[in-house]
């Protein structure tokens, strides 16, 4: 299905950006034939020594092995070189003692190739779940690997990860700290199963910035709050959500947790995790839904998400139909505190509802035309408090289904 | 829209049922044009003096007007006669004070017309959220509704509640009860914006039983949790769910809050909830999702209620793929305590997985066989306690998508 699938219509329109190289990082891609044939489907990022490595991942009660295995390794001694091995087609999900022992095999094999220890390999698996992940075919893929470790690659990194994607995610901002420039560059993949908590589906971010995981662990979990768990697809939480920030070091400008840098991989992050909405299966429309005016943030990200996630509301969105109506629903069912009376809600710049009743001045003309464009605008203030939130998310059409109905077939 | 849809599937093969009179209700329709045209629109529902009413309500907070006016009504003294007027097309939600008045105008008028007290009639509104409730059309038909009142129309009564659905439904059951025999009949409507919390759409069940209202009223509360509570098609609550249960007690049955009755009751909720279920937008397939194992009933209708709104699980069910990875991440996802390595999961008699992962005798040609048939059955085991759920819902299906992509239009 991945291979077929057209381009989606929201993909950047200059392609893969140009990602400068980051010092001490390298890539390579084989293909091992794990499911998919005549396309690579295995990454492996080598790390200079001392890289520092922050990750956040999935909060499902029934996270793939891998997950584990990397929750387990953060925050060990930094000093040795590292690695990440991804693989796409099967996510070693559900798979028991076999998924442990797959993950064991892998990170011992790498280690050894790469002379570090098991401890510093990390591995994700992104795919069906339930299939026990034919680790044989990736470790004998492994010389070719080292072999064409590369520090140009990482375009050819983010195809190789890709499942039901339709295009290559990367990101990328250079910032000036101390008189010198301090690199940092992303790549995801992800597209359906997308209601990240805590993460996305696969997202591997790279910088030559020194810093320590005490500082970068919290800025990255920090980061992700209005980022990763900012967008939904379709409110199903994957099994394998995995962002790993990996900081070389190599510029020597050592960075804190706040800031240009900060702000920098925030960009970045928010870049990749918007492209990840833009690849939402069957997406023709790019939505963000802004709640303002609800008694907290939290309440706020409940209604913004209960807006982003309803089905009602996005195939009211593929059909280019105001329904506010919808919306009104949304906000009631969220749970979040609300006042029918109080509440006001957008699309785009038009005033469409105000006091819990139609705008006297509404033209439903307005709100239609905002409709038909690839960026939906939806906006609910509650009028009780400072609470805000932004959530982003696509429309549901009936490619989403077409896709559903036979990913596996 | 709703005229020109084909009948569900998934529809009783026997049509309407026939219902049993029962004593001390009267039913009579008219074609009001509040929206649709040449079909009747409002139903009005006369009941005798000293008819009990109990009900539950959405538990939304943008809850429409004529909900929060029944809210109020509930449980008020039951010696006059009574009435429910409903009607299609306008769902007098977000309304704001024009909303208020529309109710005041019709439950006023209505009273003057059966001479009862204003506060025991009960009104309904379904259809399109936000546009104001045109009442001066049905004030128009008050007329020719009371000179239509009859003991036989309640097939007419559930086709004039219909929106999008695409039959209309009904169910009864006669108990016998010291030596006598007790009718209960029921309709309701519905079909999308269903996951009701505290009841469904639109449910009017009658009864010649007499009951007082502090015995009726946590009965049905009580029967709500496995019955319209228990049911899904597409996670979004509406503003105007609505259950009405009336007790005429014309037949002198004294009946309490258990035993023969409330199992007659609860046969009849339980059967209008599954066809509401069995109108589901675009549906092609009823499925039963079974969650046992859990370490409470509150966290089994969790994980029960994951699993039936997951588009990932309900497009496979469209594709009639056991792709039983899904219910595994929808498990994960719930937020219900459960191990990834205890967890069993079952499509129909086909044990898929056990302890965690696949299972060596497992062959998919038995899942994929049972997953061809029109009733779908989903178990999952959590392992961990007695918690026990068992939720209703639908495949999601290209249909639904055009269906609610234009409802409007």
Not at 181 to 199: C, E, H, N, T, Y
Not at 305 to 328: F, H, Q, Y
């Amino acid at each position: 299905m991945a291979e077929t699938l057209p381009i989606s219509p929201l993909a950047p329109k200059g392609g893969f950006p140009m990602l400068p190289k980051v010092e001490g990082v390298r890539f390579a891609t084989v293909s091992a034939g794990v499911k998919y044939q005549g396309r690579s489907d295995v990454m492996l990022a080598e790390l200079a020594p001392g890289t520092t490595i922050a990750g956040t991942f999935t909060r499902s009660k029934t996270r793939a092995a891998p997950v584990l295995d990397c929750q387990e390794k953060l925050g060990g001694a930094s000093d040795a070189g590292a690695a990440i091995v991804v693989n796409s087609g099967n996510a070693n999900a559900f798979t028991g003692i076999m998924g442990v022992t797959s993950v064991r095999e892998i990170t011992t094999a790498v280690a050894d190739l790469l002379d570090i220890p098991e401890a510093r390999v990390f591995t994700s698996s992104t795919g069906v779940i339930g299939e026990p992940l034919p680790h044989e075919k990736v470790l004998a893929t492994l010389g070719d690997l080292k072999s064409g470790l590369s520090d140009r690659a990482i375009e050819d990194a983010a195809k190789a990860i890709m499942t039901t994607d339709t295009f290559p995610k990367g990101s990328m901002q250079t910032v000036e700290i101390d008189g010198a420039p301090v690199r940092i560059v992303g790549i995801a993949k992800g597209s359906g199963m997308i209601a990240p908590d805590m993460a996305t589906m696969l997202v591997y971010i790279f910088t030559d910035a020194k810093i320590a995981f005490d500082a970068l662990q919290p800025l990255v979990a920090g980061l992700c709050k209005g980022t990763f768990n900012a967008i939904t697809v379709d409110s199903d939480t994957s099994t394998s959500d995995t962002l790993l920030v990996a900081a070389t070091g190599a510029s020597g400008i050592e960075v804190a947790g706040k800031g240009a840098f900060s702000a920098a991989l925030f960009d970045v992050m928010d870049d990749l995790a918007k492209q990840v909405v833009r690849d939402g299966e069957g997406a023709t429309k790019f939505v963000t839904v802004k709640v303002t005016g609800a008694v907290s943030d939290e309440d706020a990200k409940r209604c913004a998400m209960a807006i982003a996630n309803s089905p009602l509301v996005k195939t009211a969105v593929a059909g280019e139909d105001p329904n506010w109506g919808r919306v009104v629903m949304a906000v009631g069912k969220s749970g979040a505190e609300a006042d029918r009376d109080l509440l006001t809600i957008r699309f785009g710049d038009t005033l469409v509802a105000e006091n819990g009743q139609i705008h006297p001045d509404y033209e439903e003309a307005d709100a239609a035309s905002h409709m038909k464009g690839e960026n939906v605008s939806i906006s609910a203030d509650l009028g009780l408090g400072g609470g805000k939130f932004n959530a982003y998310t696509c429309d549901l059409t009936a490619q989403y289904i077409a896709i559903n109905a036979d990913y596996r077939s």
